[in-house]
């Protein structure tokens, strides 16, 4: 969805020149080709259009309040479920700077970095991968197994990733995030409001992510938060909230005068939280 919208997209909310490098190969020829691109983009893929538009704008949103921690003075990002995220790869410039670690499923790990590899980009010197299945195991634990330094404030992000983990995982993630990081870390996540925010014609385009995603092996969960009521739990484990983006604020923020029908997910949340030890 990001190499989609960086090749074709006008105008752009986030630009990934990586994205298509790292897909698997029917992908890079249906996104090479303009014809098979509308074709599959414009047609099939169609009715999930609204997760390209959350896909996009959570990338933005974390990565605008990342460059200020950097900015700050932040040495460490911590990307948890990170999939084919490129933050390294796009800012070589940081590589002295700043130590990524990624944590995210085996599966998903390897993948990438088989693509990194068959693609020559390579793995960057600044990266370290650490795979770990979030339902099973803690990430406290995995990320005391690698080089992160516990002491140092870090910058958490966690996109696209708490539609797939039961409600005990994503508690357990963030009592984690809150023993594992030094004070004044932050983490960025994005979350699923309650389903009545939904409007009847997008529920059927979720229930068609997740016959796509249990076709794929990895289906999503029907995790829904009240915001209030979940911005509190979280705050309750020694966070300090400094915003939670309603899909209204995404919409005024990142998709205003566009001729395309890319919008925001209806009832998704990015929430930013500080920690205050
Ligand atoms: C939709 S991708 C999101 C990737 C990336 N963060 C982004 O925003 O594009 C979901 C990610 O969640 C990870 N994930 C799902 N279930 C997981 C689990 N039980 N443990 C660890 N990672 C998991 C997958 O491996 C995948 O990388």
């Not at 002491?151 to 966690?158: E, G, K, R, V």
């Not at 993630?173 to 030094?182: C, P």
Request: proline fraction near 5%.
């Amino acid at each position: 969805m990001r190499a989609s919208h960086v090749l074709y997209a006008d105008p752009i909310i986030f630009a990934d020149p990586f994205a298509a490098s790292l897909v698997s190969y029917p992908w890079q020829r249906a996104l090479k080709n303009p014809i098979l691109h509308r074709i599959i983009f414009g047609v099939f893929m169609r009715p999930l259009l609204p997760i390209q538009g959350q896909v996009l704008a959570r990338a933005r949103f974390t990565e605008e309040r990342l460059m200020t921690a950097i900015a700050q003075g932040v040495k460490q990002i911590v990307v948890i479920g990170a999939g084919l995220d490129t933050f390294c790869l796009r800012h070589p410039e940081l590589a002295e700077q700043v130590q990524v670690y990624e944590i995210d499923h085996s599966a998903s790990q390897q993948f990438k970095k088989r693509r990194l590899i068959k693609n020559g980009l390579g793995i960057p010197a600044n990266l370290e991968f650490i795979s770990a299945n979030l339902e099973r195991e803690n990430l406290a634990h995995a990320l005391r197994q690698s080089n992160y330094n516990p002491d140092q404030p870090s910058f958490f992000y966690w996109l696209g990733v708490t539609v797939y983990l039961t409600r005990e995982a994503i508690f357990q993630t963030l009592e984690s995030v809150a023993e594992i990081a030094g004070n004044g870390s932050e983490l960025v996540f994005d979350y699923a409001g309650a389903v009545n925010e939904i409007p009847k014609e997008e529920q059927a385009n979720i229930r068609l992510l997740r016959f796509y995603t249990e076709r794929f092996g990895e289906p999503i969960i029907d995790n829904q938060f009240k915001p209030l009521e979940f911005t509190q739990q979280v705050s309750s484990l020694g966070f300090k909230l400094m915003e939670n983006m309603s899909p209204d604020e995404q919409n005024q923020c990142y998709f205003l005068n566009r001729a395309d029908r890319l919008r925001p997910v209806s009832g998704s949340y990015f929430a930013h939280f500080r920690l205050e030890k």
